[in-house]
């Protein structure tokens, strides 16, 4: 009966998750404390287990969606959390922080002026007046604007 008592613990921190938009706040050591009562031997049946299997892992997908979404939105996160989604929070802006690190971009000198136009891959640039320098990180627009000798490169 502790499986099934454990199940309905994770079905309500479930349905409280469906509830609302915010990441409702776990023990840090939710999903260790569910590991350790897994390995521990038990009288449940097969079907108990899985159905407990089956909506941890909804609970667990249903929080990722959260994380990303708090992510996605620079929100600092709700406290307690446990220490997996933290971790994977952390991981992820840490990913995200050193792509943005990562791109480069090209200085260009304008030399005509110009209003603003899409290029062919369907950025919008301009308008600029002939002489401004302007900062482009999409290699095919630095292409677009040297082609048609709308600018040219400064460094």
Known sequence: METEMQTETIFAKLIEEKKTGELQPL???FYANIEADNKKPKNANTQELQNKQSTLGALKSRRMQKILVYLAYNKPLPTPLPAEE???????LKIINKEEQQVKTTTIKINIKIPEIITPNGSKIGPYQEG???QIANTSDVEFIINNKIGEITS
Do not use: K, L, S
């Open 27 to 29: 023990p840090r050591n």
């Open 86 to 92: 933290e971790d994977i929070y952390y991981q992820i």
């Open 132 to 134: 401004d320098t302007i």
